[in-house]
């Protein structure tokens, strides 16, 4: 197991929580409805790979040689993906920001998703 994928995982999953509740019982008082759903988008995304996180910590024996590269990546789109459009959101909320140039670092964290889960599938193809 690698331990750095299951505690970042099991973090942002712990996170996903607290902003999924933050979101549904505070936000929606003060966000507009398109609002609300693109901080939800960003809730599910965390949580989604969280998931992919932990998993990548448990197969690892399997991948031992990308699981810490695979980590960085999703723990990096995480960051980027999420981060954003959480950033965005609140921003936007008190009419101080646009998507001007914030709103760059969400496909750019998309991306890591991206190359996180081709690097998962290509090394768990790879792998005996």
């Known amino acids: 197991m690698y331990k750095?994928?299951?505690?970042?995982?099991?973090?942002?999953?712990?996170?996903?929580v607290v902003f999924g509740a933050f979101g549904a019982h505070y936000l929606k008082t003060i966000f507009t409805p398109e609002l609300l759903s693109s901080f939800e988008t960003?809730?599910?995304?965390?949580m989604y790979h969280?998931?992919?996180?932990?998993f990548t910590g448990?197969?690892?024996?399997n991948i031992h040689q990308k699981a810490k590269l695979i980590t960085i990546l999703f723990t990096t789109g995480?960051?980027?993906?999420?981060?954003?459009?959480?950033?965005?959101?609140?921003?936007k909320s008190n009419l101080q920001i646009g998507?001007?140039?914030?709103?760059?670092?969400?496909?750019?964290?998309?991306?890591?998703?991206?190359?996180?889960?081709?690097?998962?599938?290509l090394n768990?193809?790879?792998s005996k």
Do not use: D, H, N, R
């Open 78 to 91: 995480i960051i980027l993906f999420s981060g954003s459009i959480y950033a965005l959101c609140i921003l």
């Open 50 to 54: 969280s998931l992919a996180l932990l």
């Open 99 to 121: 998507l001007g140039g914030l709103g760059i670092l969400t496909p750019i964290g998309g991306l890591f998703f991206i190359m996180g889960w081709g690097l998962l599938a």
């Open 42 to 46: 960003g809730v599910k995304y965390q």
């Open 4 to 16: 750095p994928a299951l505690i970042f995982g099991s973090l942002f999953a712990m996170l996903s």
């Open 58 to 61: 448990i197969i690892s024996m």
């Open 124 to 126: 768990i193809a790879k």
